[in-house]
């Protein structure tokens, strides 16, 4: 595996969705050492993890820092929108597979339901669509 991969590949491996793990930034300790970018580590884009870490292994700590995207509970109301939370649950649920997305958000299974009725159009409620969800003011 090469070295500037280290990160991503231990969050896909880790059940992250591929968006988060690219977006992650990846600092690395050696014993006592002040943690560095792994950017700085080296500028070579064909380095392994082996050839990088092979005498160190055993003093190395990987920190991994996650993007934080904004609550949608903290957008500006002009971005409450149903094409906003449609879009972001689309997503969501594209990136994230059920087991995960059921420890990182637990819904119910009524509202799951719900969430899925309004994302795919199947309109059961009829009439006019409505967010499951609206947000609170």
Not at 26 to 46: E, F, R
């Amino acid at each position: 595996m090469l070295f500037n991969q280290l990160i991503e590949m231990a969050l896909l491996s880790l059940g992250y969705s591929h968006s988060s793990a690219a977006q992650a930034k990846g600092l690395i300790q050696v014993g006592k050492w002040n943690p560095v970018p792994l950017s700085y580590v080296t500028d070579a884009p064909d380095a392994t993890v082996a050839d990088m870490l092979q005498d160190v292994y055993h003093v190395v700590t990987l920190k991994i820092q996650l993007h934080s995207c904004p609550k949608l509970e903290d957008l500006p109301p002009e971005q409450w929108s149903h094409t906003t939370v449609r879009n972001a649950l689309k997503d969501l649920l594209k990136d994230m597979n059920q087991s995960s997305l059921a420890k990182e958000c637990p819904l119910s299974q009524h509202l799951g339901i719900k969430v899925l009725d309004f994302l795919l159009g199947t309109g059961k409620t009829g009439g006019e669509k409505k967010l499951p969800c609206p947000p609170e003011a």
